[in-house]
Structures are given as structure tokens and as C-alpha cells.
């Protein structure tokens, strides 16, 4: 079965940690993104990844970081800088390759910070 | 500063009637639009596109209309089921270069809460 996945599905840690949240694809896609979702602001763009080894900040990359080794891993670090983690995060893929396509979206990590 | 707006947090429609819901754009660029569904603690499901060049898109019960001169998109959901309740996202994508140029990468509205009552 193709799709994309995230783990774990919850998540706490206590306020200082850092925290890596896995998103893992075997859809054979090119492009990965994180968004972050909180309460009445819809999905917010982190970071996203069009290629291996290449990764690019989006709208609130402010306290987080990511790597691209490999294809189907995209992980995000949620670091001690972030003011507000608590939030539910989303990871997605899409083909990439400068198309304009859907994105399919993992079923989301909610990480709570204490 | 929000590219694509979704000024209706919430709707509310009968079984059997139609859903409309709206989205309004700022940035010209975009190019490609799409609606995702989502459930409470669950990943957002793709439903539909639409492709600048094209004003209109069916899928079932799903309709996706583009105006391009008033910026503006709609999903059309008749006849409107329960099990339709969900948050509903417009999303759009086009050659944006404050991401460095790269298409694909989709900006999300707020989202509306559609609520279909039996």
C-alpha cells in the first residue's frame, strides 16, 4: 500500500526538548512539506523539500529544522527555540518536479509540550 | 498578510441541499487550486482541482469553479450528505517566488467547517 506516514500520532515532552517528529513516503515522490495546524489558523507552511538533499523554509520555520538524506524521510525537529510547539503537525508529498499536483497528507503527529 | 482567505469559519446546510463554499485568492501567480476535507485528528483528504486554465471542474457530487478575474473559487457539494460534515480547505499553488520560485508548494486558507444536518 502507497502513502505517507507519520509517528507517532502523539506525542509530549516536556518544555526545553528537542523532539523529532518522522514523516516516511513510499508514494515515490519527489517533493515533502511540513505544515503546522493550530485552532482557527488552517495549515501553515514550515519547510518544505522539493528534492533530496534540499530543503527550503516556509512561513514559520522559526524554531524547527529538517533534513532530506533520503527520498522517502523527511523528520522535523521541533527545537527548544520554538515559543509555542504545542500544535498538531501535518506532513505531505506530492510529485514535485515543478507540476503543480495534490498533495497527500500523513494522518498527523499532535505533539504537547509541558 | 493571508493569500488565500476562507472568510466563513463556519456553514450549516440541510440533507439533500447544496453546500457552497467560498475561497478568495490575493496572489495573481497562483495558478492551481484545490480543495481538501478534513476530520478532527486526521490528515487532510484531497477532493478536487482546478486549473486556471479552465473555469469549472466536476467530480460527482463535487463542483470547483474559478473565477480569475474576481480571484475568488467555490465547491459546490449537491446533494449535501452528514457525512459530508467536516472542515473543508481551499488551497493554491502557482510560481511563487517567495519560495524561491518552486511550484507546489500549497498555500492553505483557514478553513470552513461545513456541518450538514440530517
Known amino acids: 500500500d502507497g502513502g505517507i506516514t507519520q509517528s507517532p500520532k502523539y506525542l509530549f515532552r516536556k518544555e526545553g526538548q528537542n523532539v523529532t517528529l518522522s514523516c516516511e513516503q513510499n508514494?515515490?515522490?519527489?517533493?515533502m512539506y511540513w505544515y503546522r495546524q493550530d485552532p482557527g489558523q488552517g495549515l501553515r507552511l514550515i519547510y518544505y523539500?522539493?528534492?533530496?538533499?534540499?530543503?527550503q523554509k516556509g512561513d514559520i520555520a522559526e524554531g524547527y529544522s529538517v533534513s532530506r538524506e533520503k527520498k522517502e524521510s523527511f523528520p522535523l525537529t521541533v527545537t527548544s527555540a520554538q515559543k509555542n510547539p504545542t500544535a498538531f503537525y501535518l506532513c505531505?508529498?506530492?510529485?514535485?518536479?515543478?507540476?503543480?499536483?495534490?498533495?497527500?497528507f500523513g494522518q498527523g503527529t499532535r505533539l504537547t509540550v509541558v | 498578510d493571508q493569500q488565500v482567505k476562507q472568510n466563513s469559519p463556519s456553514l450549516s446546510v440541510q440533507e439533500g441541499r447544496i453546500s457552497i463554499l467560498n475561497c478568495d485568492y490575493t496572489?495573481?501567480?497562483?495558478?492551481?487550486f484545490l480543495w481538501y476535507k478534513k476530520y478532527p485528528a486526521e490528515g487532510p483528504t484531497f477532493l478536487i482541482s482546478?486549473?486556471?486554465?479552465?473555469d469549472k471542474n466536476e467530480d460527482g457530487r463535487f463542483t470547483v469553479f474559478l473565477n480569475k478575474s474576481a480571484k475568488h473559487l467555490s465547491l459546490h457539494i449537491v446533494p449535501s450528505q452528514p457525512g459530508d460534515s467536516a472542515v473543508y480547505f481551499c488551497?493554491?499553488?502557482?510560481?511563487?517566488?517567495?519560495?524561491?520560485?518552486?511550484?507546489?508548494?500549497?498555500?492553505f486558507g483557514k478553513g470552513t467547517k461545513l456541518s450538514v444536518k440530517p
Open positions: 496572489n495573481s501567480m497562483f495558478d492551481y
Open positions: 523539500s522539493q528534492i533530496v538533499n534540499d530543503f
Open positions: 488551497a493554491a499553488s502557482g510560481f511563487l517566488m517567495n519560495y524561491g520560485g518552486s511550484q507546489g508548494n500549497l498555500i
Open positions: 482546478i486549473s486556471s486554465i479552465k
Open positions: 505531505a508529498s506530492s510529485i514535485g518536479q515543478g507540476r503543480n499536483t495534490e498533495a497527500f
Open positions: 508514494l515515490n515522490h519527489d517533493a
